[in-house]
């Protein structure tokens, strides 16, 4: 069955659903899309660069899907790009999150017609999105990737451009995009691959977070992170302090992440 038509235009999905599992014990506080990069949460890092292209986004949620749905709320007060964003959030309330199709295909009826920018909110690159939106041919499925040229299942996925004619048939059942998407449309010769070679982090699990951070915030040797309001009585060396944490006297950490409780 044909894609119905409907207005054209572009709209970016922000993937920020995921239970964070590997990012554990962080995300028993926080959302990993609320984790903070170099005091910013890993969302608003997102947001800013799908902005460059479009002010139409879609977030969803599922763990912790309060805590995010009060940041896109406070994005209104926010100078910039991001205080001008119309962000759609959709919230996914079964009692596991609907993955990166599902999570797309239950906007189906927000994004109505339109082409799809998608973004992962636990990742940081910033690739320029404009230059990849503006070489598409709105046809096919588009991958933008780091540092290779070719698609694969251990690419890292910086963006991912989608057709309407392609988002019309996601369902919003829990599914992946590589199993029902990418793969398959890469196994047909279907899928465009274009190379980035802007820095990329994976902020998935405690490690590459830590290191996300001193990497983006250009710490050198022994330097750490530490966040807005953070209180440091003790020491701390190459680790990461989230705003408003407390390094107690005496305290040593090292290669470590001290959240706010």
């Known amino acids: 069955m044909p894609a119905p038509t409907a207005p054209g235009g572009l709209v970016a999905v922000v993937l920020a659903a995921g239970e964070g599992r590997r990012l554990q014990p962080l995300t028993f506080e926080r959302p990993k899309a609320l984790c903070p990069l170099v005091g910013v949460p890993l969302l608003d890092h997102a947001l800013e660069g799908v902005a460059a292209v479009t002010d139409q986004v879609g977030v969803n949620a599922w763990h912790r899907a ?20 119309a962000v759609h959030a959709s ?33 940081w690159c910033p690739a320029d999105l404009t230059a990849f939106v503006a070489g598409w041919d709105h046809e096919r499925a588009a991958t933008l990737l780091a ?40 196994a047909a010769g ?34 750490s992170v530490v966040g807005a309001g953070a209180r440091i009585g ?25 959240t706010t409780r």
């Open 147 to 186: 540092g290779a040229d070719a698609f694969g299942p251990r690419v890292r996925l910086a963006a991912t451009l989608l057709p309407w004619a392609i988002v019309h048939a996601l369902s919003d059942e829990p599914t992946g995009l590589y199993e029902v998407c990418l793969g398959p449309h890469h």
């Open 66 to 85: 309060d805590q995010v749905l009060d940041r896109l709320e406070r994005l209104d007060d926010e100078p910039g790009a991001l205080g001008r964003l």
């Open 190 to 223: 279907r899928l465009v691959a274009t190379r980035t070679d802007a820095p990329f982090h994976d902020c998935g699990t405690p490690a590459r977070y830590l290191a996300a951070n001193l990497s983006v915030a250009g710490v050198v040797g022994d330097g």
């Open 91 to 123: 919230v996914e309330a079964g009692g596991a999150p609907l993955g990166t199709a599902g999570g797309i295909g239950a906007m189906r009826s927000w994004i109505d017609g339109r082409d799809v920018l998608v973004c992962n909110a636990d990742t």
């Open 234 to 258: 003790g020491s701390v060396v190459r680790s990461v302090v989230w705003p408003d944490a407390v390094v107690a006297p005496g305290e040593v950490l090292v290669d470590a992440v001290r």
